[in-house]
């Protein structure tokens, strides 16, 4: 039975308290600072109950917290593991070189494809990359799963929800069941839901009351435990 860890925090601050090398995979997907840009010019989505350039659902996260995130994402992380990194075009010229000041090695950027156009004037959008990067040394589960990764969007859904899916794919390429995922920057949780259904264990943090509200919620439904609890479990059982 899987378990997970849940907190509302700065991700940053989260990932400061977690111990170091505890963790075996990290997929997250940090709201950029370039969706500020696009939103202010209408090249994407304003977020329902978005309030000028902020909005209710999430904050930017600053590419100058880039260096810190990322230090604290390679210290967390075991050896011969595996780290995701959602981006735009734009917030992967920046990202990319930060990684790897951190220590991470860069193989190369992942494209979802999406099936469906976006936003936007110029080409309107239809992709992202996923910036695919590695501690130590680690093999893919398949070397036979292509760059190109086609997933449809969520329609509908929590602000820039990635589908279950996707993650999916990266879970099983870069973990094996029992390990420990982990998504500092949570939303809603769909991270966490792919991780339970393949029997990994899943911890994550968001500032959003919501975003922890629709995780807790999606997780439970996936028969996911809370952490005490899966400890209490195994006390019990032990003990009979």
Not at 43 to 52: D, I, M, Q, V, Y
Not at 84 to 92: A, G, K, S
Not at 126 to 131: A, K, M, P, Q, S
Request: net charge neutral; aromatic share 12%; charged share 25%.
């Amino acid at each position: 039975m899987s378990s997970y860890r849940l907190s509302q925090s700065d991700a940053v601050e989260w990932l400061r308290a977690q111990p170091s090398a505890s963790v075996d995979l990290v997929i997250t997907d940090p709201a950029y600072e370039s969706l500020e840009k696009h939103r202010a010019i209408g090249t994407t989505t304003r977020l329902k109950r978005s309030k000028g350039s902020s909005n209710h659902w999430f904050q930017i996260f600053p590419n100058a917290r880039f260096p810190e995130l990322f230090s604290e994402v390679w210290r967390v992380l075991k050896r011969d593991a595996h780290f995701y990194l959602f981006c735009d075009p734009e917030t992967m010229f920046i990202a990319k070189p930060l990684a790897e000041a951190a220590g991470f090695r860069f193989w190369k950027p992942i494209v979802w494809d999406k099936l469906h156009i976006g936003m936007g004037y110029h080409y309107r959008s239809r992709y992202e990359f996923i910036l695919f990067f590695e501690k130590g040394r680690r093999r893919l589960s398949d070397l036979g799963v292509a760059d190109v990764l086609p997933v449809p969007r969520v329609y509908r859904g929590y602000p820039a929800e990635k589908p279950t899916a996707l993650s999916e794919v990266l879970i099983r390429q870069s973990s094996e069941p029992g390990d420990v995922v982990v998504d500092p920057f949570l939303g809603s949780g769909s991270v966490g839901v792919a991780a339970v259904r393949l029997g990994r264990d899943f911890r994550g943090t968001d500032l959003c009351d919501e975003a922890l509200a629709i995780s807790e919620a999606r997780l439970r439904a996936e028969g996911a435990v809370p952490e005490a609890a899966e400890e209490t479990s195994v006390r019990m059982a032990q003990s009979g």
